[in-house]
């Protein structure tokens, strides 16, 4: 896989399960809106607020509850140059491939020409080990919506699969390394992070230990 290198990191951003349209999640990851068309236009302002269409933001999967059509009319209403890295909820079918830059499945390595060279693996999962971790490169994830999930009370496919992910939430990110970061929406007050957000983020928490 192509390593991508940005030399502009003030324009680089990164977000990740923003789950525009989909209802659910309000109640799942406890978000502060009464329905999901009220959170896709907060998601939506937020966005526009800090994203410019010359900045480059990467998407990390779980983008849209919907169809081609739904993804198109988002899309068309997102600032930036876009790069999407697919989520376990983004059927490829339903992606409009030439409204994205780069698609990636799986992960992205990425090397940002800072004060000094940055690597950065982005996927939708997090991982154990990536490229260059034993050297300080970074893994950007999503997935984990940064603690926010409960323990739904149906049983429903969706109720059953988000019991699994909370039984394990807590073990997985026992685990996590302080070079990783959970670039996810939710743990992010609903906006895109970037690049030096981040790096401020996970210097502090070196500089800690935690």
């Known amino acids: 896989m192509e390593t991508l290198i940005i030399h502009n990191p003030d324009k680089l951003w990164f977000t990740s399960d923003t789950h525009f349209g989909h209802l659910n999640i309000i109640r799942y ?11 896709d236009e907060v998601l939506i302002n937020n966005w526009n607020n800090v994203i410019s269409n ?3 933001i ?38 409009p491939k030439d409204m994205f830059v780069r698609i990636e499945q799986g992960y992205l390595n990425m090397e940002v020409k800072d004060d000094k060279p940055q690597r950065i693996t982005v996927c939708h999962y997090p991982m154990l080990s990536w490229l260059q971790s034993h050297k300080g490169a970074w893994n950007l994830f999503g997935h984990w919506h940064s603690s926010t999930v409960h323990k739904p009370e149906g049983n429903g496919l969706d109720d059953l699969e988000v019991t699994e992910y909370v039984q394990n939430e807590e073990v997985a990110y026992s685990k996590l390394r302080l070079t990783q970061y959970d670039i996810g929406t939710d743990g992010n007050n609903y906006f895109p992070v970037s690049y030096n957000q981040v790096k401020k983020i996970i210097n502090e928490k070196i500089q800690k230990g935690r």
């Open 54 to 56: 010359d900045d480059l």
């Open 58 to 95: 990467i998407h990390a999967g779980d983008f849209c509850w919907g169809g081609k059509g739904e993804w198109i009319h988002l899309l068309h209403r997102l600032n930036g140059i876009k790069i999407l890295i697919q989520g376990n909820h983004d059927r490829d079918k339903d992606i």
């Open 29 to 39: 990851c406890d978000r502060p809106f009464k329905d999901q068309y009220h959170m």
